[in-house]
């Protein structure tokens, strides 16, 4: 026998152990974001990539190193399985002119792929939840988002996740403010290390994003951008910031908060765990007015974010939750041939009502199949013999609680079931 085939390294299959907990999650999720009048849009996990290289910037991790990318055999084009879900929401909707009516509030879930390496929190294939509202401008929609992730938050029992905020500011206070990292960080050359030495001239705001602890005392001196705003964005950082002060949410202004993605201007945010050592960030986003036009739109401002559904999970798991259970109505046991037949009948007429109902398969005496009807966790047996068959009848019998087995035709079954 050869070696058996195994998943790829970083992509995790879901067992039907934790299912219940994503559905759990999946339907939370749903509820929320229908609270807020969020609407699902569904885009290719396969995109061209000059998508991601023009929206998150060629001179960032996710672009570098981490993309799948490959050509496509038949036509050569370029391809990359999704790292993140901004961009193709954006590309959708100016493809399909979403904007020309009204601004949009979207929101998307799904697998993203990343050439990482694997340990806890961090995978090659994870997934995230992303919220897009495309068409506002105004502080009131950042504000809209980290009130309403604090809601999730709440919603999952989850206590423990604090919020960081900064400012990038316009596209030219960052591109001054570049100028002034670039200077200071030149100035000390020697104590940067390899990934800030390539990034000095590119892309120095990245440096601040460093988690090297050697490095970390000469960013925490660096200028701060937040001390020269342009006065719109400070404008629009303070409105924010009185909005959420208004809802008592609670927040630190992180002046070093950078994101690792090139599209993001003014508000950015990130929530954060201390539980979960350095993947401690479970949910990250920001304002990015200029990435509509950047792909070829008609400008529209924009902001957005997304959260890390493993590392959520993770958190739900190590508080022990448990989701509720979900066992089926019924656990239907037959023996005999004509008990067979009318047992296939019986279920489906349960199902008609509504009911969840596992029809026993594979033979066995009724000691055997009781076992299972047990194991199973329905609330009720439904057993079908020669008796039963002959009159048109099934026993019934509670599984959950003490009460005697009664015989009555289906119909009734299915009546006292669904009560
Ligand atoms: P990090 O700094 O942890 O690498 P990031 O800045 O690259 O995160 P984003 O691109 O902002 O992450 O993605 C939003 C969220 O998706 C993150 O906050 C995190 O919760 C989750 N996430 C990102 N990369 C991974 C990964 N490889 N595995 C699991 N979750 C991830
Ligand atoms: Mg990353």
């Given at each position: 026998?050869?070696?058996?085939?195994?998943?790829?390294?970083?992509?995790?299959?879901?067992?039907?152990?934790?299912?219940?907990?994503?559905?759990?999650?999946?339907?939370?999720?749903?509820?929320?974001?229908?609270?807020?009048?969020?609407?699902?849009?569904?885009?290719?996990?396969?995109?061209?990539?000059?998508?991601?290289?023009?929206?998150?910037?060629?001179?960032?991790?996710?672009?570098?190193?981490?993309?799948?990318?490959?050509?496509?055999?038949?036509?050569?084009?370029?391809?990359?399985?999704?790292?993140?879900?901004?961009?193709?929401?954006?590309?959708?909707?100016?493809?399909h002119n979403l904007l020309y009516n009204a601004p949009q509030r979207l929101w998307y879930q799904g697998a993203m792929f990343r050439h990482e390496r694997p340990q806890k929190g961090?995978?090659?294939?994870?997934?995230?939840?992303?919220?897009?509202s495309l068409g506002y401008a105004g502080p009131d929609m950042d504000a809209e988002h980290i009130i309403m992730t604090a809601r999730l938050w709440k919603l999952l029992g989850l206590?423990?996740?604090?919020?960081?905020?900064?400012?990038?500011?316009?596209?030219?206070?960052?591109?001054?403010?570049?100028?002034?990292?670039?200077?200071?960080?030149?100035?000390?050359?020697?104590?940067?290390?390899?990934?800030?030495?390539?990034?000095?001239?590119?892309?120095?705001?990245?440096?601040?994003?460093?988690?090297?602890?050697?490095?970390?005392?000469?960013?925490?001196?660096?200028?701060?951008?937040?001390?020269?705003?342009?006065?719109?964005?400070?404008?629009?950082?303070?409105?924010?910031?009185?909005?959420?002060?208004?809802?008592?949410?609670?927040?630190?202004?992180?002046?070093?908060?950078?994101?690792?993605?090139?599209?993001?201007?003014?508000?950015?945010?990130?929530?954060?765990?201390?539980?979960?050592?350095?993947?401690?960030?479970?949910?990250?986003?920001?304002?990015?007015?200029?990435l509509i036009a950047q792909i070829g739109g008609k400008p529209a401002p924009a902001c957005g974010y997304a959260m890390g559904v493993e590392r959520l999970l993770a958190l739900l798991?190590?508080?022990?939750?448990?989701?509720?259970?979900?066992?089926?109505?019924?656990?239907?046991?037959?023996?005999?041939?004509?008990?067979?037949?009318?047992?296939?009948?019986?279920?489906?007429?349960?199902?008609?009502?509504?009911?969840?109902?596992?029809?026993?398969?594979?033979?066995?005496?009724?000691?055997?199949?009781?076992?299972?009807?047990?194991?199973?966790?329905?609330?009720?047996?439904?057993?079908?013999?020669?008796?039963?068959?002959?009159?048109?009848?099934?026993?019934?019998?509670?599984?959950?609680?003490?009460?005697?087995?009664?015989?009555?035709?289906?119909?009734?079954?299915?009546?006292?079931?669904?009560?």
């Amino acid at each position: 026998m050869s070696n058996p085939i195994q998943a790829v390294r970083g992509m995790n299959d879901i067992l039907p152990a934790d299912a219940a907990l994503w559905e759990f999650f999946e339907a939370t999720v749903a509820d929320w974001l229908r609270a807020y009048g969020y609407t699902q849009i569904r885009t290719p996990i396969v995109e061209s990539t000059d998508l991601f290289v023009r929206s998150i910037g060629e001179v960032t991790d996710i672009v570098e190193k981490e993309m799948y990318s490959f050509e496509d055999k038949l036509n050569g084009e370029r391809l990359t399985l999704r790292p993140e879900g901004t961009a193709s929401c954006v590309r959708a909707a100016t493809q399909h002119n979403l904007l020309y009516n009204a601004p949009q509030r979207l929101w998307y879930q799904g697998a993203m792929f990343r050439h990482e390496r694997p340990q806890k929190g961090r995978y090659r294939q994870f997934h995230q939840v992303g919220v897009e509202s495309l068409g506002y401008a105004g502080p009131d929609m950042d504000a809209e988002h980290i009130i309403m992730t604090a809601r999730l938050w709440k919603l999952l029992g989850l206590e423990d996740v604090a919020l960081e905020i900064n400012s990038l500011g316009s596209s030219e206070a960052r591109s001054r403010y570049r100028s002034r990292l670039i200077q200071y960080f030149g100035q000390h050359a020697d104590a940067l290390d390899e990934d800030a030495k390539r990034r000095l001239h590119s892309n120095p705001l990245r440096i601040l994003d460093s988690k090297n602890p050697a490095m970390q005392s000469i960013i925490a001196a660096a200028p701060k951008l937040m001390d020269d705003l342009d006065d719109e964005s400070r404008a629009h950082f303070d409105a924010l910031r009185q909005m959420l002060d208004a809802a008592c949410v609670r927040y630190t202004v992180n002046p070093r908060l950078v994101r690792g993605l090139d599209y993001y201007n003014a508000t950015v945010f990130e929530w954060v765990t201390t539980q979960l050592g350095a993947q401690g960030t479970v949910c990250a986003g920001g304002r990015y007015d200029g990435l509509i036009a950047q792909i070829g739109g008609k400008p529209a401002p924009a902001c957005g974010y997304a959260m890390g559904v493993e590392r959520l999970l993770a958190l739900l798991q190590d508080k022990n939750f448990t989701p509720p259970a979900l066992p089926p109505d019924a656990y239907v046991l037959h023996l005999g041939e004509q008990a067979d037949h009318f047992a296939i009948s019986a279920a489906e007429k349960l199902r008609d009502e509504g009911l969840s109902v596992v029809l026993h398969c594979g033979g066995g005496s009724f000691k055997a199949q009781m076992k299972k009807a047990d194991a199973s966790g329905a609330r009720y047996a439904i057993i079908i013999g020669d008796d039963e068959v002959a009159a048109g009848e099934v026993s019934v019998k509670p599984l959950r609680e003490a009460g005697e087995q009664h015989r009555m035709t289906p119909a009734a079954a299915a009546e006292l079931l669904a009560r």
